[in-house]
């Protein structure tokens, strides 16, 4: 017991390596994340390599709270600035570059929007969600000029390293590529964080498990534990509709997510247990909107069961 409160003492009030707890250490206070449309598409809706993105995605790439992409960068950025400010004093920020593939577009363009962003003297990390298969040495190069501003996260889509289910959800690059951009992110100083999702239609309890087992052996900085969110106008959607696939209980998920924490590496930071979809979308799981009282109730299981994060983890 005495080494698990060592180990909580370490993250704060928290039994698991948070985000929020990083920003905190590192700014000291809390730092808020704006959401930006960056006005790109996605090679797997173009036609470069697929079309009608993951089977998984909204409408809006994945950007279903990102900012309005008929704005510029900054007049999004004022704008988030202005609904955060209207519920707590704020004055750090995150941007965040959601919607779609933001890397898909020229450098130059790339280029004058993420500037855009870093220039903003509130923000204080630029975070940008894009593939693995979209970083060629060009936008490499610029990721790296940026990184001299200020921090820079790349967020990569991974979701699973199955490829069964990888071919499922029309993710449409393979395992290696993945390790390239991994590879080359880190050679140049940028910090990676890994998109998973968790309950994939046929995957196991230990197929997960092997997902975070593989990550555990990467040098990524952050992970985001994605549960599964079915929403209207996805092909996933249509899917579930004609032939219903079991989703989790919340007692469910948070015993999954106690076990995935458990055997993950501790350096690791977490950015995300459950995830955030649009209620007006959301089809299943419903009880996925009640964000606060799902991780009231996964750090009450945390506790009971005397879970910190690499408690089970080996290397």
């Given at each position: 017991?005495?080494?698990?409160?060592?180990?909580?003492?370490?993250?704060?009030?928290?039994?698991?390596?948070?985000?929020?707890?990083?920003?905190?250490?590192?700014?000291g206070e809390k730092?808020?994340?704006?959401?930006?449309?960056?006005?790109?598409?996605?090679p797997n809706r173009?036609?470069?390599?697929?079309?009608?993105?993951?089977?998984?995605?909204?409408?809006?790439?994945?950007?279903?709270?990102?900012?309005?992409?008929?704005?510029?960068?900054?007049?999004?950025?004022?704008?988030?600035?202005?609904?955060?400010?209207?519920?707590?004093?704020?004055?750090?920020?995150?941007?965040?570059?959601?919607?779609?593939?933001?890397?898909?577009?020229?450098?130059?363009?790339?280029?004058?929007?993420?500037?855009?962003?870093?220039?903003?003297?509130?923000?204080?990390?630029?975070?940008?969600?894009?593939?693995?298969?979209?970083?060629?040495?060009?936008?490499?190069?610029?990721?790296?000029?940026?990184?001299?501003?200020?921090?820079?996260?790349?967020?990569?889509?991974?979701?699973?390293?199955?490829?069964?289910?990888?071919?499922?959800?029309?993710?449409?690059?393979?395992?290696?590529?993945?390790?390239?951009?991994?590879?080359?992110?880190?050679?140049?100083?940028?910090?990676?964080?890994?998109?998973?999702?968790?309950?994939?239609?046929?995957?196991?309890?230990?197929?997960?498990?092997?997902?975070?087992?593989?990550?555990?052996?990467?040098?990524?900085?952050?992970?985001?534990?994605?549960?599964?969110?079915?929403?209207?106008g996805t092909d996933?959607?249509?899917?579930?509709?004609?032939?219903?696939?079991?989703?989790?209980?919340?007692?469910?998920?948070?015993?999954?997510?106690?076990?995935?924490?458990?055997?993950?590496?501790?350096?690791?930071?977490?950015?995300?247990?459950?995830?955030?979809?649009?209620?007006?979308?959301?089809?299943?799981?419903?009880?996925?909107?009640?964000?606060?009282?799902?991780?009231?109730?996964?750090?009450?299981?945390?506790?009971?069961?005397?879970?910190?994060?690499?408690?089970?983890?080996?290397?």
């Amino acid at each position: 017991m005495a080494d698990s409160q060592s180990r909580q003492v370490r993250w704060g009030e928290k039994r698991y390596h948070s985000m929020d707890y990083d920003l905190k250490k590192t700014y000291g206070e809390k730092v808020y994340k704006i959401t930006l449309d960056g006005g790109m598409t996605c090679p797997n809706r173009d036609g470069t390599v697929g079309r009608g993105g993951c089977v998984f995605c909204s409408a809006s790439g994945s950007g279903d709270f990102a900012g309005s992409r008929a704005l510029s960068i900054t007049e999004q950025l004022k704008n988030g600035k202005a609904a955060l400010a209207g519920k707590r004093p704020v004055h750090s920020y995150i941007a965040y570059f959601q919607a779609f593939t933001n890397t898909y577009a020229s450098v130059e363009y790339l280029e004058r929007i993420f500037l855009e962003a870093v220039r903003d003297g509130d923000v204080r990390i630029l975070s940008i969600a894009t593939r693995p298969d979209c970083l060629g040495k060009p936008v490499l190069e610029l990721l790296e000029r940026l990184s001299r501003i200020k921090p820079v996260w790349i967020e990569l889509g991974l979701q699973t390293i199955h490829p069964h289910t990888a071919a499922y959800i029309r993710r449409g690059y393979e395992l290696p590529v993945f390790e390239e951009a991994v590879q080359n992110l880190r050679s140049r100083g940028i910090d990676v964080l890994v998109h998973t999702i968790l309950c994939l239609p046929g995957e196991t309890r230990q197929q997960m498990f092997e997902t975070l087992d593989y990550l555990n052996h990467m040098d990524i900085q952050g992970i985001k534990l994605q549960l599964l969110h079915i929403l209207q106008g996805t092909d996933l959607a249509l899917q579930y509709a004609e032939h219903p696939f079991p989703v989790p209980s919340m007692d469910e998920y948070i015993g999954l997510l106690g076990a995935c924490i458990s055997r993950l590496r501790p350096d690791i930071t977490i950015h995300r247990l459950t995830g955030d979809g649009p209620k007006e979308l959301l089809i299943a799981p419903l009880w996925t909107g009640q964000k606060r009282t799902v991780l009231n109730a996964l750090h009450q299981y945390l506790k009971e069961q005397d879970i910190w994060q690499g408690k089970d983890y080996h290397e």
